[in-house]
């Protein structure tokens, strides 16, 4: 089985650019969420989706990071403009199941650096 | 409210024991635990469910104290590849996992 992919792995990009993170989630997985880590901090929560639908989107800094899910399947994020700030290893991760008693698979990450 | 993990940081000669503790200050409904070891992704240790149900590998061993809202993470007889960073990661009802600031294991041969 497949696991959580990300694509790119690597992004570096200039500040005010635009970039947009990609990830596939594992097969009938209904549950996806975005994190971020900033080096030798939490893994910090952005959003969750259930099939399309967006559950909970408190994690998500400010109105310059979009996510969105096409058909319940692939997740993208897009931020734009990049900031400095928005620096750090951004996760995907999918689940089955309620989210309280079921583990989450995660992506290798996708390491974002704006200059 | 981000759970507390105490250590920050734990360095041990191989085979050594270790423990590892998660507290939040919100009543929880399970405790997760994760380790990521440095360009890779987290991955999933445990689940430890409100009512003493726990789900995770056999080799790890853990408590949750539901009434003080801890978690403890025991690692014994240390060998080099437990090295990483180690997560908690509670859930309160929130139907979202937090996560604590991670606690780094360095083990030495």
């Known amino acids: 089985e497949a696991g959580v992919t990300q694509f790119p792995s690597h992004s570096v990009i200039e500040k005010g650019q635009t970039v947009t993170l990609r990830c596939d989630p594992i097969?009938?997985?209904?549950?996806l969420y975005w994190y971020r880590r900033v080096m030798g901090k939490e893994i910090k929560f952005l959003l969750h989706f259930v099939k399309e639908s967006k559950q909970d989107e408190s994690g998500m800094p400010n109105n310059r990071f979009l996510a969105e899910r096409t058909g319940g399947t692939y997740s993208t994020l897009k931020v734009q403009p990049a900031e400095l700030e928005d620096s750090g290893v951004y996760f995907c991760?999918?689940?089955?199941?309620?989210?309280?008693?079921?583990?989450?698979?995660f992506g290798p990450g996708t390491r974002l650096t704006v200059l | 409210q981000q759970p507390v993990q105490s250590p920050q940081a734990v360095i041990l000669r191989e085979g050594e024991d270790a423990v590892i503790n998660c507290s939040s200050s919100k009543a929880l409904y399970s405790v997760h635990w994760y380790r990521q070891k440095h360009g890779e992704a987290p991955v999933f240790l445990m689940i430890l469910l409100k009512g003493g149900e726990q789900k995770g590998h056999e080799k790890i061993s853990a408590s949750f104290n539901e009434k003080k809202q801890q978690s403890s993470l025991y690692l014994t007889a240390s060998q080099l590849s437990y090295s990483g960073t180690y997560f908690c990661?509670?859930?309160?009802?929130?139907?979202?996992?937090?996560f604590g600031q991670g606690t780094r294991l360095t083990i030495n041969p």
């Open positions: 991760a999918s689940s089955q199941g309620r989210v309280w008693r079921n583990e989450q698979f």
């Open positions: 990661g509670t859930e309160a009802g929130a139907q979202k996992l937090v």
């Open positions: 097969s009938g997985h209904d549950n």
